[in-house]
Nanobody, 115 residues
Framework: VQMVESGGGMVQAGGSLRLSCAAS????????MAWYRQTPGQGRTLVAR????????FYIDSVKGRFTITKDNARNTIYLQMTSLKPEDTAIYYC?????????WGRGTQVTVSS
């Protein structure tokens, strides 16, 4: 199983980015998938979740209304559209199942938001 995250970069506050996570070795359509982020000295924390059974979503309070998680089953890829980015969104972003499988962590993609 491999998760390959991409789409990160450096943006100014208020900017937008779209992250992608291409999964191989597993089929995401029947899995609850999620985006996590990690800052230096902190563990990975859940940012957003997409349930496979009803496509319901969950977001942590700090990103509600700004981030949107979606998936493309045909491409076996999940996305995180991030708008109105804030400096506190700076982190490495990862995708995984929810709850996460320790063997599925990819390298992540760095998001840096400058003020």
């Amino acid at each position: 199983v491999q998760m390959v995250e991409s789409g990160g970069g450096m943006v100014q506050a208020g900017g937008s980015l779209r992250l992608s996570c291409a999964a191989s070795g597993l089929t995401i359509w029947y899995l609850t998938m999620a985006w996590y982020r990690q800052t230096p000295g902190q563990g990975r924390t859940l940012v957003a979740r997409l349930r496979w059974m009803d496509n319901s979503t969950f977001y942590i309070d700090s990103v509600k209304g700004r981030f949107t998680i979606t998936k493309d089953n045909a491409r076996n890829t999940i996305y995180l559209q991030m708008t109105s980015l804030k400096p506190e969104d700076t982190a490495i972003y990862y995708c995984n199942e929810d709850p996460p499988d320790g063997g599925y962590w990819g390298r992540g993609t760095q998001v840096t938001v400058s003020s």
